[in-house]
């Protein structure tokens, strides 16, 4: 679409919302305005399955007319809704509200020790699911349930006009946040001037806008920036089946989303895969990738426009491995991101903007200047007409009309008023109009010798490649706190991967003595830091787990001391890890398979199998199979010596 049509649409919808009453109904009116519009996309087999906006608002009502018969409860009462991302959650969504109830968007990662402090904090008597949740007395599957023709409009309900989101789980205290319509207008209207500021964020692939739902609604970064910044304008959600690295790639490309909005861990994830690829391939070609990595930010820095496309041709090859070619806007938010991973993702030509926001504020400023270099600061812009900021002593507050109404802990209630500064708690400096993150108040490190660190800069300087999870937080000791690294380890690492981990902590300790940061204690721990399912580390989180023995912390001088010196028995270690991946896709017994027992002659293995087993391998010891020069790897001996070869 031209950008002229576009513009039109948007100041037709923003005039409308202005000239309501800005509430969830006039919401929901602006967002169905377009009805022949496809609201949303998934895979059924091999088939995309289209679903438009005048469906979804059909759904949306029969689901309302649904709820407003068999809910019992009081108009105005709370009711979960507990639900990963798909079309029936927004249908849920908007026919509780429909009916006249509160919807509580309980968070699926949370666990169900933490949402039942949340059940218990707001009396709820029912949750609507896509499961039995066992949380409640009284639940509604939607699986199990019979919607029934109804000929009643939108104007036939009696609409309540709040909703609640819970605190993700980076503390250990339960915070639900209460907003209005009127607050989440406030919040879309911030629309106007991102677009105003740049153009990029509504840039269609084949006349297309296509959303990738991949931040969970339930997240304040997910309801704001992923659906309703979208869905006002009536443009399309990809759904996933599952949020597996490879689904993720292969739904961008598949159906030509144009936009992907993620927490750091996945542009981590794609940063390390671009360089293990790159790594594999030689040290020639990671000197020709680093110099185009190089050219590439210094000609979007002299011509944003033309070095974007340049970028887009250069790193092609590379790109087809990725997104494809449709990806043209993303945002990344929730925590930190490395410098390195925001060097890379834009240099290859996917823009990555670094964006700001809390539960208990929504989304308040994203960085959208058009020149790479600001992108590459990580900067979080500058606050939204909605809002302003403040810091005092360094610390960010922001006040304004699109933050929660209130908030509700076990404390008591909050009412967060327009005029009233909010304290974020995270520590900001300002440089001209814009904003940048150093770090969060209540995690700063005073060392023995009384000197203050900021976990979170740390961490921006220290890369991983073969470890997933690690932090940078205060160990107590000797009744000291000490500025530690921790890093989690998988329990069955075998001996060249505990050589491969000693290897990456001693460089990174290097780097960060050059940038005077020095870390007085490093731990290695086999127990998980941090759920699957979690963003990011909680400090918070990880030291009670500490505290209560569920997280064993091993000095690192032991992991070194007990590290295995015969290198003889390493590939007798690799052949019986392979064979155990093999019993385990081949449903054998181990004691049926040998060292050259061959995969498909000896034990029936299928193609699937085999595929099944390379996946597990290619995950298990983070390497790729290339099959141009190594045939046949079809015993464990093979596959054990090629995995050796390439780890």
């Known amino acids: 679409m031209k950008v002229r049509e576009l513009k039109a649409i948007i100041n037709e919808r923003i005039s409308l919302i202005k000239q309501s009453n800005r509430s969830f109904k006039d919401i929901f009116n602006c967002v169905h305005y377009q009805e022949n519009n496809t609201f949303s996309e998934e895979l059924d087999g091999f088939k995309i399955v289209k679903t438009t906006y005048k469906e979804a608002k059909m759904s949306s009502i029969l689901m309302g007319h649904y709820f ?6 009081p108009k105005g009462s709370y009711v979960g809704l507990m639900m990963e991302n798909k079309k029936e959650w927004i249908f849920s969504f908007w026919g509780l509200l429909m009916a006249g109830f509160k919807p509580v968007l309980l968070n699926t990662r949370l666990g169900l020790t933490l949402n039942k402090d949340v059940v218990k904090l707001l009396d709820l008597k029912m949750i609507v699911s896509d499961q039995e949740i066992g949380l409640t007395k009284d639940e509604i599957n939607i699986n199990k349930i019979k919607l029934e023709e109804t000929d009643r409009t939108i104007d036939d309900f009696v609409w309540e006009n709040e909703i609640a989101l819970t605190t993700s789980a980076t503390t250990l205290n339960i915070k639900i946040c209460v907003y209005k319509g009127e607050n989440i207008t406030a919040q879309i209207l911030n629309t106007d001037r991102i677009i105003s500021e740049n153009t990029l964020i509504m840039k269609h692939y084949n006349k297309e806008l296509k959303q990738l739902a991949f931040l969970p609604f339930y997240h304040v970064f997910g309801l704001i920036a992923t659906y309703f910044w979208f869905a006002f304008f009536s443009r399309t959600f990809v759904f996933l089946k599952d949020y597996s690295v490879d689904t993720i790639l292969n739904t961008i490309k598949r159906h030509k989303v144009t936009h992907v909005f993620a927490v750091p861990l996945l542009w981590h994830g794609i940063h390390k895969e671009i360089i293990k690829q790159v790594n594999q391939k030689g040290k020639k070609t990671k000197k020709k990738f680093d110099r185009a990595i190089k050219f590439s930010i210094f000609i979007q820095r002299i011509f944003p426009r033309f070095g974007l496309k340049l970028a887009r041709k250069m ?8 997104f494809g070619d449709s990806v043209y806007f993303s945002i990344t938010g929730g925590s930190y991101i490395s410098p390195e991973t925001l060097r890379v993702i834009n240099a290859i030509g996917y823009p990555l903007f670094n964006g700001y926001g809390m539960s208990e504020i929504g989304i308040v400023s994203v960085e959208l200047r058009k020149c790479i270099r600001h992108r590459l600061k990580g900067s979080i812009g500058k606050p939204f007409e909605s809002v302003e900021y403040k810091l005092d002593d360094d610390v960010l507050f922001v006040r304004g009309k699109s933050l929660a109404s209130k908030t509700i802990t076990n404390e008591g209630v909050t009412i967060l008023e327009e005029g009233k500064w909010f304290n974020t708690k995270d520590i900001a400096y300002k440089d001209k109009k814009h904003y940048y993150l150093k770090g969060r108040e209540d995690d700063i490190v005073i060392s023995p010798s009384g000197e203050k660190y900021n976990p979170d800069m740390i961490e ?9 999870r690690f932090t ?7 009744d000291n706190y000490y500025l530690s690294l921790i890093v989690e380890v998988e329990k069955d690492l075998h001996q060249l991967g505990v050589k491969k981990v000693i290897e990456e902590i001693e460089s990174n300790l290097k780097s960060l003595q050059k940038n005077k940061y020095n870390i007085e204690k490093v731990f290695i721990t086999y127990d998980p ?4 399912t979690a963003i990011k580390v909680s400090r918070t989180i990880l030291h009670k787990l500490i505290k209560e023995g569920k997280v064993n912390l091993i000095p690192y001088n032991k992991l070194k001391i007990n590290e295995i ?20 896709v081949t449903n054998k ?7 050259n027992s061959h995969f498909f002659f000896d034990l029936g293995g299928s193609s699937l199998e085999y595929l099944t087993l390379l996946v597990k391998l290619k995950e298990k010891n ?5 099959f141009s020069h190594y045939g046949g790897l079809d015993t464990a001996e093979r596959l054990a010596d090629y995995i050796i070869k390439h780890i």
């Open 68 to 73: 407003d018969t068999n809910i019992s409860l």
């Open 315 to 322: 790193f092609k090859e590379v790109n087809n491995k990725l």
């Open 460 to 468: 921006k300087e220290i890369y991983f490649q073969t470890i997933n």
């Open 472 to 478: 940078i937080t205060g160990v107590s000791e000797d």
């Open 529 to 532: 830091i941090a759920a699957p």
């Open 565 to 584: 010196k015969d290198v003889s028995k390493l590939n007798e270690i690799v052949i019986n890890e392979v064979i155990n991946v093999i019993a385990e």
């Open 589 to 595: 017994e181990k004691a049926d398979i040998k060292s």
């Open 622 to 626: 983070q390497i790729e199979f290339d």
